[in-house]
């Protein structure tokens, strides 16, 4: 039965894919062909080369209409005609390609399958069939009469595709291996697909190598070329050519955004060349890296290189560098004297305060890092790329620390400006001013209504003499549980009244710990009118005006009580006076004052 043309191209397709995920043991033959080409794609007649380091193997086969290779990972080597004798000189590990989902050759590769991370140079991209052949050279001179040699590519890894037909990774053909030596392949015949070849000229004379490749922004950190990433210029790429023997034969340098002759170029690429290369000659192909950026691509090999290296051919290409910029998150820890919120001058840093960040980078990465002030109460996180998500918060010693600074208590963002069309070197600045306003609440030389209530007290009072303390609180708008004005003519009377206080009436209670609060600091002289104290939802300086100095609460609490001197009903000024009391009756028992400058904690908490 003949099928629709829609649902017989539908069943092709299943059919490929289908294919793709069979045992290889299932499959009698690869499907697909390989042949020869020359660096630019095009193909030989007869496949006879005038120079053997201008032959490149393909596959696929040359148009759409046949079929393609199994997409995967592959071998290749070079043999005499009847594939006895191997005639590839490198490392096996150097001689590997990758078939992508067209069937088609995709250019070298490594055993992961990172385009562009093989040995072997590649050609240029043959834009009729979406291939990128890859060079054979080097191998050394067959033994056969006719001069004939026979290419190889030979199944290594087999693609697992989705549903979409796209790469999600790959299976390990079980019978394919690497000898010993390194060199050599074990493998099936049935898992090779083999094209026969000529060269005039073995090895040849000396040729002109052309570097060149890309340089993109890895805004995504794959450290792969993405068709959106914009171009970086003004890079140098740093170009070394070894002779045969090993020693330097000759450099070249390349600028990102320029041509081989220094002249302005297509964004991001570059270009160089070195004349009269040898015969068998190697290369190094490194960037020259530039603070503040990060390299990304190519993607590290297992000695940690970011380089490209190999042999060299007419046109070397695909040398592309992913980078992207990074920089750091910044501020200070302060002592927030007046607790303002802000860092004014002459506030100290604070040394060893832990700081922590929860980054989440543009790839996925999360990152948490803990760091610990340093000495001037300074911090800068490690590096992060640019398009960085983060959050930067402070972590307290202990709750007797006050937060002050910022108001929304802990830092985020994301890192950098947004994308760019096209990048320079400039780097990225680092984002500073994440600072972090703390003060330590403590003791301020406070005593307690019972300590005004005992003998100790007494004595001190009447030291000053008692006339004179009495006359200090006489002076005052105190209150008693009826909310008559009271004043004193003998310290009996005050103490009598000091312990019978309640806050049935809130304005007795608040009294009475203004009245020892009065002679904390006016008798007995041990608080500072000047001393700076907690006192949330009564406080009227600081951020949220959560704090107040002794001076402004007693006289906070005078001008209530002379307005106020009954409040036992529920009410706004009920609640008032009893946010005036606590913090007065905090402050007597020595608590919630804001400690003289502190310029370090104990690192490690």
């Known amino acids: 039965m003949r099928l629709p043309f829609n649902l017989r191209c539908l069943r092709g ?27 630019d794609g ?3 007649d007869k496949n006879t080369y005038a120079n053997c380091e201008d032959v490149y193997l393909n596959g696929g086969p040359q148009n759409f209409t046949g079929s393609g290779l199994l997409p995967g990972i592959y071998y ?18 150097n001689r590997l390609l990758l078939v992508g989902t067209n069937g088609r050759v995709d250019g070298n590769c490594d ?51 989705d549903g979409s037909g796209n790469i999600i990774g790959f299976t390990t053909n079980p019978f394919t291996s690497v000898d010993i030596d390194g060199i050599h392949l074990i493998f099936r015949s049935k898992d090779a697909k083999t094209d026969n070849f000529k060269c005039a000229v073995q090895g040849g004379g000396p040729t002109s190598a052309v570097f060149s490749g890309h340089k993109y922004y890895d805004s995504n950190l794959s450290g792969v070329l993405d068709p959106s ?39 991001g690429d570059w270009s160089c060349e070195v004349q009269n290369v040898p015969a068998g000659s190697t290369y190094l192909v490194c960037e ?24 060299v051919g007419p046109l070397v290409t695909g040398l592309d560098f992913g980078n992207i910029r990074v920089a750091r998150l910044c501020g200070e820890k302060f002592y927030d004297s007046n607790a303002n919120g802000a860092l004014d001058g002459g506030e100290p840093g604070i040394g060893c305060f832990k700081i922590t960040i929860a980054a989440t980078e543009p790839d996925g990465t999360v990152v948490n890092q803990t760091l610990y002030t ?21 972590v307290k010693p202990d709750n007797s620390w006050i937060q002050t600074a910022p108001a929304s208590v802990w830092y985020t963002g ?15 600045p680092d984002v500073t001013n994440l600072n972090f306003g703390n003060l330590k609440l403590g003791a301020g030389g406070g005593l307690t209504l019972g300590f005004w209530s005992n003998k100790n007290g007494q004595a001190i009072m009447n030291a000053k003499p008692m006339s004179a303390s009495l006359a200090i609180l006489n002076a005052l708008c105190l209150r008693n549980a009826t909310g008559a004005h009271v004043t004193f003519s003998t310290y009996t009377a005050f103490r009598t009244w000091l312990l019978n206080a309640t806050a049935t009436n809130m304005a007795y209670m608040l009294s009475a710990q203004l009245a020892a609060m009065e002679m904390n600091v006016f008798v007995g002289g041990n608080v500072s009118g000047s001393s700076v104290v907690y006192a949330p939802g009564c406080g009227n300086t600081g951020l949220g005006n959560n704090f107040i100095t002794i001076s402004d609460l007693m006289a906070a609490a005078n001008v209530s009580l002379c307005a106020n001197g009954l409040t036992v009903a529920a009410g706004p000024i009920r609640t008032y006076q009893e946010c005036l009391k606590n913090a007065l009756d905090n402050a007597n028992n020595n608590l919630n004052f804001v400690a003289a400058p502190i310029t370090s904690v104990t690192c490690g908490y």
């Not at 299943?14 to 080409?37: D, K």
């Not at 603070?291 to 590290?300: C, I, K, N, R």
């Open 229 to 267: 990433e914009a171009p970086v210029n003004g890079f140098k790429v740093h170009v070394i050519v070894y002779a045969p023997d090993g020693s330097v034969f000759g450099t070249c340098d390349g600028l990102t955004g320029t041509d081989a002759l220094g002249n302005p170029g297509p964004a």
């Open 374 to 394: 340093n000495p001037d109460g300074t911090f800068c996180s490690q590096l992060f790329p640019d398009g960085t998500t983060y959050t930067v918060c402070e």
């Open 76 to 93: 290749f080597q070079v043999t005499t005609p009847n594939g006895a004798t191997l005639l590839s000189t490198d490392a096996a590990s």
């Open 288 to 311: 020259v890296p530039i603070a503040g950026w990060l390299q990304t691509g190519p993607v590290p090999d297992s000695s940690g290189s970011q380089c490209y290296s190999g042999f």
């Open 111 to 161: 055993f992961a399958g990172t385009p562009g991370a093989g040995g072997h140079p590649n050609g240029a991209l043959n834009v009729s069939n979406g291939s990128t052949s890859v060079q054979l050279w080097p191998f050394t001179m067959t033994t056969n009469n006719g001069g004939e040699y026979k290419a190889w590519a030979i199944l290594a890894r087999t693609a697992i595709l």
């Open 42 to 44: 095009t193909t030989v």
């Open 414 to 428: 994301t890192l950098g400006p947004g994308p760019q069309q096209s990048y320079d070197t400039t780097p990225l």
């Open 13 to 39: 397709v299943l059919a490929f894919v289908a294919a793709s995920m069979l045992p290889l043991a299932a499959l009698a033959q690869l499907p697909g062909a390989v042949f020869t080409t020359l660096p």
